[in-house]
């Protein structure tokens, strides 16, 4: 199906009550679930799924083969690399429901997260951070901070624009201009000087 408000592909299922912004592009295999908010202009890949409760905000870009699970919060800007893993319970079981106990997961705006990292829950990655490929976050991750490995640690920061800023995070952008300085959960955005 596409008209000006999107596109979903004949392979995939919208439920009733999910709610699908303007100029959103759902792929082949996905399922939406009633209940879920996908903002505006969002791109979902093959087999993506997305969960009751979760709401997407605009501009959103999915990669293919990731599950968004209930307790997840993704605000605009945000990129999932393919195969990366959402969580939403710390100590899961088949035979024992945990419903009750999902801990929200929320991902800043402009956020990205490489191929194949997982995101165990309970954690806010800052806005504009950057999770490497493969890393396995387990706790919050600082504004505009590069984290990697098993468990995640901070390598160094990253401007909005995507490029790598000084080891200390603090200075001038030397592809767009932004500055920053230090603030109590690492640096922030100060102004472009461009």
């Given amino acids: 199906m596409s008209d000006a408000r999107g596109f979903v592909h004949a392979s995939s299922f919208v439920d009733e009550g999910a709610s699908v912004g303007a100029g959103t592009k759902i792929w082949h295999f996905c ?10 202009r969002c791109n979902l890949g093959q087999n993506v799924v997305v969960m009751n409760g979760v709401r997407i905000g605009n501009n959103v870009k999915i990669q293919n083969n990731v599950s968004i699970y209930e307790g997840v919060e993704i605000e605009d800007d945000v990129f999932c690399g393919p195969s990366m893993v959402f ?21 800043r705006r402009g956020a990205s997260i490489g191929a194949n ?11 504009f951070s950057f ?10 991750v600082a504004p ?51």
Wanted: some cysteine; overall charge positive; hydrophobic content about 40%.
């Fill in 31 to 40: 399922h939406v679930m009633s209940g879920a908010v996908i903002g505006e």
């Fill in 87 to 107: 969580t939403n319970v710390m100590n899961p079981r088949s035979h024992v429901s945990r419903k009750d106990e999902y801990r929200k997961t929320l991902v």
């Fill in 117 to 127: 990292a997982t995101i165990v829950c309970g954690v806010t990655l800052g806005e």
């Fill in 131 to 140: 999770v490497g490929a493969g890393a396995v976050v387990t706790k919050d």
């Fill in 144 to 194: 505009f901070a590069v984290v990697a490995g098993v468990p995640a640690q901070r390598i160094g920061w990253m401007c909005q624009c995507g490029k790598a800023l000084p080891k200390s995070g603090v200075g001038t952008c030397a592809v767009c201009g932004t500055k920053y300085v230090r603030a109590a959960k690492g640096i922030k955005r100060v102004a472009a000087t461009r």
